[in-house]
């Protein structure tokens, strides 16, 4: 579906141009901006293959499975009806470290599985409890160190690029706390309805 948006947003863009006599600055837009494009996502990249690499020397160590006994009695609260050992809480559990580490690329795919896994659980096509929990915490997801936003920075030489973590920290906070009290509160409201 974002794909059908995007290539609707292209060509609205290309037949406006068209018709307006404007072509000419769109083709220069397009042109002057690739190179940009491409260094930031090489620039992007790399930021985001060093810290996928520190998460994995912090598996390897073992913090991140220190991460995951931190967090489970939290996670296990928030998502009472998955059973314990559920594999879903594993990738919840990822996917939220992977997000606290600014990690979005990294979180996408462990979030996916636990969405797969929430879905076998449900046993239905309707977004589950926990389903709609998890997107509550994925969207606002609580993050510690913004390494995309901190790499853009240094991209365009801020004088401070780091400087954005404490705002960062105190903004995911307030959004995650938002999300969940908004989760939390039309889940009552539904289950009261269903009552009456």
Not at 107 to 113: I, N
Not at 141 to 157: C, F, G, N, Q
Request: net charge positive; proline share 4%.
């Amino acid at each position: 579906m974002v794909n059908l948006i995007w290539a609707f947003l292209a060509v609205t863009g290309i037949i406006y141009a068209a018709f307006n006599g404007t072509m000419e600055d769109v083709n220069k837009a397009i042109f002057s901006t690739l190179d940009e494009a491409i260094m930031i996502t090489l620039s992007l990249a790399g930021v985001l293959i060093f810290w996928l690499g520190l998460m994995k020397i912090a598996e390897e160590a073992g913090l991140l499975a220190g991460l995951a006994k931190i967090f489970r009695p939290l996670v296990t609260r928030l998502f009472p009806e998955i059973p314990k050992d559920h594999p879903a809480l594993g990738y919840i559990l990822s996917n939220m470290t992977a997000n606290m580490f600014g990690l979005g690329n990294a979180a996408t795919p462990m979030g996916l599985k636990a969405m797969k896994e929430l879905k076998k659980l449900s046993g239905s096509d309707t977004a589950s409890r926990s389903m709609i929990t998890l997107l509550a915490i994925n969207t606002s997801s609580l993050t510690l160190v913004p390494t995309t936003v901190i790499a853009i920075r240094m991209k365009y030489d801020s004088a401070d690029p780091t400087s954005i973590v404490g705002a960062t920290i105190l903004a995911t906070i307030i959004s995650t706390i938002a999300a969940l009290l908004i989760d939390r509160y039309f889940h009552y409201k539904r289950e009261r309805a269903m009552r009456l």
